[in-house]
């Protein structure tokens, strides 16, 4: 391998193209069926809006603390933006990082903590090696990183899946409100399509946010956070062996043995 092809590049941050046309696309899809019906007015209903949406949030909000809820809405906006950096491209990065060690010593990484700063799990694990800091507490520093950053995506998951429960509930439950409203004032023809409307208009909108919000927000932020995990555990492993000075061609096989033969690297051979 040459030595020119020591580069450390930064990760970058992109709009997830997947997520944001899929949101789009299904309300696009279903607001094009609600215009060809010639009435798009008849399904905007505010009691119904006010029993779903807010109910929903309200009794999701029960099963957790507001700031869980706050920082559940925080993930869901991240999960539009992605970072470009998948598992291949985080065993490649730590392979050079590695080399550079192996071939100058720990502190000459120090030149590149400025382009990890985008990547904070692994700028601070290169951080506390140039610092001088012993292995096994970069190791363990680490370890409880990401077992942490795991369990907060896993609550954001937990928020919207639970939310995805609610939504239905919540629409059901403003459909028999409806139907009550509608059946003690049958003797006022007038007020039996307005009652009418809020009965099916709950569960349209109970439906539409479970399985068009909720539901795919989760299934996004569950596969985002199998990605990050799996990130982190090859930077893990890297920090670690970098830390105990091993030879990179190890470091290869080690993160080698973490990835599927698809994506396994080859660092060494034009060497």
Do not use: W
Request: aromatic share 6%; hydrophobic share 50%; charged share 15%.
């Amino acid at each position: 391998m040459a030595d020119d092809q020591i580069k450390v590049n930064p990760a970058r941050k992109a709009f997830d193209i997947a997520t944001v046309l899929g949101l789009l696309g299904a309300f696009a899809l279903i607001s094009a069926a609600i215009i060809l019906g010639g009435s798009p007015k008849q399904f905007i209903n505010l009691q119904s809006i006010l029993i779903v949406f807010g109910g929903t949030f309200a009794v999701t909000t029960v099963c957790f603390s507001f700031g869980e809820m706050v920082r559940t809405l925080a993930a869901a906006g991240k999960s539009f933006v992605r970072t470009v950096r998948k598992p291949k491209d985080a065993a490649i990065q730590m392979l050079q990082l590695s080399y550079e060690a192996r071939r100058n010593g720990i502190l000459a990484l120090q030149n590149y903590t400025g382009n990890l700063e985008a990547e904070p799990f692994l700028h601070k694990g290169i951080s506390m090696l140039v610092d001088g800091s012993a292995v096994a507490e970069v190791s363990s520093v680490l370890q409880r990183d990401l077992i942490a950053n795991v369990q907060r995506s896993n609550v954001a998951v937990k928020v919207l899946r639970r939310g995805a429960e609610f939504a239905p509930a919540m629409g059901l439950i403003g459909t028999l409100i409806g139907l009550v409203t509608m059946l003690g004032n049958l003797d006022d023809p007038s007020t039996i399509g307005p009652s009418m409307a809020v009965a099916l208009l709950t569960t349209f909108y109970g439906a539409l946010l479970a399985n068009l919000v909720f539901l795919p927000l989760a299934a996004k932020l569950e596969n985002n956070s199998n990605l990050e995990e799996a990130v982190g555990s090859m930077y893990l492993l890297g920090v670690s062996s970098i830390g105990r000075q091993e030879n990179p061609r190890r470091l290869e096989m080690l993160l080698n043995s973490s990835l599927p033969p698809s994506d396994r690297v080859r660092f060494f051979d034009n060497e």
